[in-house]
């Protein structure tokens, strides 16, 4: 039976927000059935909330379509327990399907080779008198006490991490330690069955944090009242 929807997943930790909606405006426009794209690491919903809604909206067949060529070798091992789990965790009784990537597809592939020629006109013409790896603003380590390390990997973001960074953000300043605070988001930490998942330095104590009441208790527990949160902490770094 042929998809009624098709959910896009790209695998793209720099995408720039502009980029990623001028992407998702293009594919849904292409394609002929209701779609979502997202992304598997960052700050937005995750594919859990993109099912939600194509299921609500009714859909029965999905296909899960991974962009980008190739597509991460570890993420399409992991992804189908991930779909599975949740299908099973939402009762879904519909058939939802995960595709390969495009990378056997040699009409795709032509089609890339014949764009590179074809706009080659508008590629930007390195200049080596031009040479800089410095950038404005990057000399300084800012000011700081707290060092958060916000887990925005796609095995996280699948359990929905994605806007927990603006969580925080908010909650820091709502609590008044924004500026005692210097949040990175990053990569993959390791840990993804316990995720979402945060790192707190100098304390060397790693969290994880589910939702926003999550997050607002570590914020007054932890950073203002200098306590730890047992029933949060999944690792300690030995001193
Ligand atoms: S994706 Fe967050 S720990 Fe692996």
């Given at each position: 039976m042929a998809p009624d929807a098709i959910l896009f997943l790209v695998s793209q930790p720099y995408l720039k927000g502009r980029r990623l909606k001028a992407l998702q405006a293009a594919l849904t426009r292409a394609c002929p059935v209701p779609c979502a794209v997202v992304r598997m690491e960052g700050r937005e919903a995750g594919p859990m909330t993109a099912l939600d809604t194509l299921a609500g909206e009714g859909a029965r067949n999905i296909l899960v379509q991974p962009v980008g060529i190739p597509f991460s070798d570890?993420?399409?091992?992991?992804?189908?327990?991930?779909?599975?789990?949740?299908?099973?965790?939402?009762?879904?009784?519909?058939?939802?399907?995960?595709?390969?990537?495009q990378i056997g597809d040699e009409a795709v592939l032509a089609a890339i080779a014949r764009s590179?020629?074809?706009?080659?006109?508008?590629?930007?013409?390195?200049?080596?008198?031009?040479?800089?790896?410095?950038?404005?603003?990057?000399?300084e380590v800012p000011e700081h006490r707290h060092h958060l390390l916000v887990c925005t990997g796609p095995r996280c973001n699948f359990r929905e991490s994605?806007?927990?960074?603006?969580?925080?953000?908010?909650?820091?300043?709502?609590?008044?330690?924004?500026?005692?605070?210097?949040?990175?988001?990053?990569?993959?930490?390791?840990?993804?069955?316990?995720?979402?998942?945060?790192?707190?330095?100098?304390?060397?104590?790693?969290?994880?944090?589910?939702?926003?009441?999550?997050?607002?208790?570590?914020?007054?527990?932890?950073?203002?009242?200098?306590?730890?949160?047992?029933?949060?902490?999944?690792?300690?770094?030995?001193?």
């Open positions: 570890s993420l399409f091992a992991w992804l189908p327990g991930a779909l599975a789990h949740w299908q099973r965790e939402r009762g879904f009784e519909g058939e939802l399907a995960l595709a390969a990537d590179s020629l074809d706009r080659a006109a508008e590629a930007v013409t390195i200049d080596p008198d031009q040479g800089a790896i410095d950038g404005a603003g990057w000399d994605g806007p927990l960074k603006a969580v925080l953000a908010e909650e820091l300043t709502r609590q008044g330690v924004a500026r005692e605070c210097l949040v990175a988001t990053t990569g993959c930490l390791f840990p993804c069955n316990n995720g979402p998942v945060m790192a707190h330095y100098p304390a060397g104590n790693w969290y994880r944090l589910r939702d926003a009441d999550d997050v607002a208790r570590f914020v007054s527990t932890v950073l203002k009242n200098g306590q730890t949160l047992p029933e949060f902490l999944i690792h300690e770094v030995s001193q």
